[in-house]
């Protein structure tokens, strides 16, 4: 599936809305889900569905935010069998979700923790394309964005989450007088693929090419709005290594910069985060590690600050939380 294959049915009007909320920090705690099936641009179905998460732990601050605890999923199902039902719902349909860095993973790592296995799907993430249709817009977080659509949204009960990030996949392209084809072709996205075999993010980076980092550095990039102060990456120093799967380096670069970090071309011990992509076995050899890898491991050794994080987690400190928008 790609952003052509528009031609068995209407993706960009009939598909299904999720949004998963967890117990904690770790992406293999979910505790519900909410599923929201679109026909012909209007919501006909509506699932809120409570998972056990493992040992059914909570941290307070996950609670805090959803207002989902311990009581509420001691007698819920896992994991696996409320996925059986959800999976009922999707029927084969494009899946859309308001950043599917979290999204995807928490089903991944979810399904990897019982050693379950979903059926694959097309899905779609309205946070990455309206942060490139809208790049001047002062946040992209579903709240903001739900604000600006006039979309009615109680932020954080999954049902109202998934239906609000469906109703934006449906507003996006009105925005812009266009089609989906079109705004994805556009900003250069093909669908993502959640398959745990063969997983395949959304994304607008290209496959057969990479861009050395080399031929750009943090001066050439400026910020497209004033950055948050108050965001997860104001005044952080980043760098990145390997090749990222859901977006150009020079995109990561401008992400970073818009974000009011300090993207830089080399690790050092005033590095915050270090972003690992898809590393080239044939440039750093057996141990599958760069050599920004290895200096950030050092410094971590030494009792460094640094944090090293994939390119999911990087995309979800760009919206705005670690642990959910």
């Given at each position: 599936m790609n952003a052509t294959d528009w031609s068995a049915c209407d993706w960009g009007r009939s598909f299904a809305a999720i949004d998963f909320e967890t117990a904690t920090s770790e992406r293999s705690s979910a505790c519900a889900v909410g599923v929201v099936v679109f026909e012909q641009g209007s919501p006909i179905s509506r699932r809120r569905l409570l998972?056990?998460?493992?040992?059914?732990?909570?941290?307070?601050?996950?609670?805090?935010?959803?207002?989902?605890?311990?009581?509420?999923?001691?007698?819920?199902p896992g994991f696996p069998e409320v996925?059986?039902?959800?999976?009922?719902?999707?029927?084969?349909?494009?899946?859309?979700?308001?950043n599917t860095a979290f999204d995807m993973s928490v089903l991944r790592r979810s399904a990897e923790h019982y050693g379950y296995e979903p059926a694959p799907f097309p899905f779609a993430c309205t946070y990455r394309l309206a942060r490139s249709?809208?790049?001047?817009?002062?946040?992209?977080?579903?709240?903001?964005?739900?604000?600006?659509?006039?979309?009615?949204?109680?932020?954080?009960?999954?049902?109202?989450?998934?239906?609000?990030?469906?109703?934006l996949w449906l507003a996006l392209?009105?925005?812009?007088?266009?089609?989906?084809?079109?705004?994805?072709?556009?900003?250069?996205?093909r669908?993502?693929?959640?398959d745990l075999s063969a997983y395949r993010p959304y994304s607008n980076a290209q496959p057969s090419s990479s861009v050395s980092s080399s031929s750009f550095s943090a001066k050439d990039f400026a910020p497209r709005a004033e950055p948050d102060a108050d965001g997860l990456l104001f005044a952080k120093k980043i760098a990145f290594t390997g090749t990222l799967e859901c977006m150009p380096r020079r995109?990561?670069?401008?992400?970073?910069?818009?974000?009011?970090?300090?993207p830089t071309e080399s690790v050092s011990k005033r590095t915050d985060y270090l972003v690992v992509g898809t590393i080239d076995l044939r440039r750093v050899g057996e141990t599958g590690l760069s050599s920004k890898h290895r200096r950030a491991l050092g410094f971590v050794a030494e009792g460094g600050?640094?944090?090293?994080?994939?390119?999911?987690?990087?995309?979800?400190?760009?919206a705005g939380t670690v642990t959910r928008d």
């Open positions: 998972i056990c998460p493992p040992g059914n732990r909570y941290d307070a601050f996950n609670t805090a935010l959803h207002g989902i605890g311990p009581s509420d999923t001691r007698d819920s996925w059986e039902q959800v999976a009922g719902m999707l029927d084969g349909q494009l899946v859309v979700a308001h249709a809208m790049p001047e817009a002062p946040s992209w977080g579903l709240k903001a964005l739900a604000g600006e659509f006039g979309i009615p949204l109680s932020h954080h009960d999954p049902v109202s989450d998934a239906q609000a990030a469906g109703h392209p009105e925005r812009f007088s266009t089609t989906h084809p079109e705004l994805l072709a556009l900003h250069g996205y669908l993502g693929r959640c995109e990561a670069f401008q992400a970073a910069v818009d974000a009011g970090a300090a600050k640094i944090q090293i994080i994939d390119e999911d987690q990087f995309v979800c400190l760009l």
